[in-house]
């Protein structure tokens, strides 16, 4: 008799381990999929993909645990993104985080359903992004990141670091969505301040280097490079290429002046991203992007690369370094 309740024991535990995996496996199913969208590639973005990441663990979630998140890196490759985009959408996934603006763009244009939380730094309504900054009124919401805004301002801060510069060189890639507004702003600032600008495009290494090449022909005393994943990728190319040729040059992004550019002035993308996480963790939750508005990012940094300063021979003003954000010696 003992041996027979002995065996129904033991073939108990054995059922009940032979459904933990059908349990767990369906509670795994269960786990909320974010999908992720960036038109550059992952090298130049580990601090903001660890904020995106801190934005998410401040909602309440944790990848692994209880999201999942499918990565899709376009690496500048930006006819890539409509086909990513069809692939998250047939994979499911409950919510799309586009993190630049050509993500977004390609998001909202594969769908009107899926949940879409952008960073971007264009303005989204004239994207068609939204209908409104306060009332979204679709399936997308996120941040604005103000790219074209602080255009004058960077030029002005390089005007005031090389205060002899007379001609300014302005490298832009015209495949990129921001450079429209780049281009628009950046003439009027320079007018105003009294400097001529040369404008020229490039999408490639080859065309980086060609387009150097025509700024030392030109004689340009400085540069402004545009803001765009191309050039962030690009990040170590240009800034060698600025430093071998001796042109103090300005970035849109930090991530330049840390790896040996002069400075850069824009948006804090970090805190940018890290928004990013915590909108999609409310939706996630159940909140709809209609009703969240965007969130105008207010962060702003300058971060100067105090070494190469020196070796570009120039002196930075003590106004200028009374509101760096970070002096990299």
């Not at 005031?160 to 890639?173: D, I, K, Q, S």
């Not at 105090?306 to 003003?317: D, E, K, V, W």
């Amino acid at each position: 008799m003992a041996s027979h309740i002995g065996r129904r024991k033991f073939l108990a535990t054995l059922g009940g381990a032979a459904a933990w995996p059908l349990a767990a496996r369906a509670q795994q199913a269960a786990v909320p999929v974010i999908g992720f969208l960036y038109g550059a590639s992952p090298d130049p973005v580990a601090r903001r993909l660890r904020a995106f990441r801190q934005g998410l663990k401040d909602s309440g979630y944790v990848e692994g645990e209880n999201v999942a998140i499918e990565y899709r890196w376009a690496e500048s490759q930006f006819d890539r993104l409509p086909e990513m985009v069809a692939d998250l959408i047939r994979r499911q996934v409950t919510v799309i985080a586009a993190l630049n603006t050509v993500a977004a763009v390609a998001a909202k244009a594969a769908s009107t359903t899926i949940p879409i939380v952008f960073s971007s730094g264009e303005d989204p309504v004239r994207l068609g992004l939204v209908a409104s900054l306060a009332r979204p009124g679709g399936n997308a919401t996120g941040i604005n990141n103000f790219i074209g805004e602080v255009t004058a301002k960077r030029l002005g801060l390089l005007h005031e670091l090389v205060p002899t510069a007379n001609r300014v060189g302005v490298l832009v890639n015209p495949a990129d969505v921001l450079t429209e507004t780049a281009l628009r702003d950046v003439q009027p600032a320079a007018r105003a301040i009294g400097l001529q600008i040369q404008v020229v495009n490039a999408s490639t290494s080859g065309e980086i280097d060609a387009a150097f090449a025509a700024f030392v022909r030109e004689q340009v005393d400085a540069l402004f490079i545009g803001p765009g994943g191309v050039f962030s990728n690009r990040r170590v190319h240009i800034a060698n290429q600025a430093m071998r040729h001796g042109i103090p040059a300005t970035y849109s992004q930090r991530e330049f002046p840390e790896i040996g550019g002069l400075m850069s002035y824009g948006t804090n993308l970090t805190d940018s991203w890290r928004q990013v996480g915590i909108y999609a963790g409310r939706v996630l939750k159940g909140a709809k992007p209609a009703d969240l508005p965007v969130v105008q990012s207010t962060k702003l940094e300058l971060v100067i690369n105090a070494q190469t300063a020196r070796l570009l021979g120039l002196t930075i003003p003590p106004g200028v370094l009374a509101i760096a954000d970070e002096v990299i010696e």
